[in-house]
C-alpha cells in the first residue's frame, strides 16, 4: 500500500518489492541480534543525591472518575479510604515514626502505614484526593516528618 502511494507520488525509496528488501535496506549490513540486544554498558558518575524522600502516587479510580467519587455508596467502600503514606520500616525509622501515627508529606496530613513491599526512602501516597492536595506533585522529592499531635481544648 505504501509503495503505491509512493510511486503514485514520485517519492524516491518506494521501489523495493519484499520484506527481505525492506530488511535489507533497515539494516544496511548490521548484525539485528546486536540491534535488539538489553545489554547496558557502565554507567559513568555517581548516583545523584535526593534530599527527602521520593514520592510514588497513583490516582485510585474512585478517587478520579468524576461520577464515582460523587457516589455516596461508593465513597463508603474501601477502595474510596483516604489515602495514607505507605513506606517500608527503613524508611519509617529513618523518618523517625511508626505505623497508625499521622505524618506531614510537604503539606498534606495522613496516616503512616508500614508496607514493606515499597522501596527504599521512598512513600507510597495516592494522589486526585483532597487530603493529598498539599503533597505536592505525583513523583518527585517530598518531605516527610511526624506530624504535631493536635491537642483537644
Known amino acids: 500500500m505504501l509503495r ?3 510511486s503514485l507520488l514520485k517519492r524516491p ?3 523495493l518489492d519484499t520484506i527481505d528488501q525492506v530488511r535489507a535496506a533497515c539494516l544496511a549490513g548490521k548484525d539485528i541480534a ?3 540486544s538489553n545489554r547496558i554498558g557502565a554507567i559513568a558518575g555517581s548516583r545523584p543525591s535526593v534530599s527527602g524522600l521520593q514520592r510514588i502516587a497513583d490516582v485510585p479510580a474512585y478517587f478520579a472518575d468524576p461520577l464515582v467519587r460523587r457516589s455516596p455508596p461508593l465513597q463508603k467502600t474501601k477502595e474510596a479510604m483516604a489515602p495514607q503514606a505507605c513506606m517500608n520500616s527503613r524508611t519509617m525509622q529513618r523518618v523517625g515514626v511508626a505505623a497508625g501515627q499521622p ?3 510537604n503539606q498534606a496530613r495522613v496516616q503512616a502505614v508500614l508496607d514493606d513491599r ?3 526512602d521512598c512513600v507510597r501516597l495516592s494522589t486526585a484526593h483532597a487530603s493529598t ?3 505536592g506533585p505525583m513523583f518527585g522529592a517530598v518531605h516527610v516528618e511526624k506530624a504535631a499531635v493536635e491537642r483537644a481544648a
Do not use: R
Open 103 to 105: 505524618v506531614m508529606v
Open 13 to 15: 525509496g518506494f521501489d
Open 34 to 36: 546486536s540491534l535488539l
Open 118 to 120: 515499597v522501596p527504599d
Open 4 to 6: 503505491v502511494i509512493g
Open 133 to 135: 492536595v498539599g503533597a
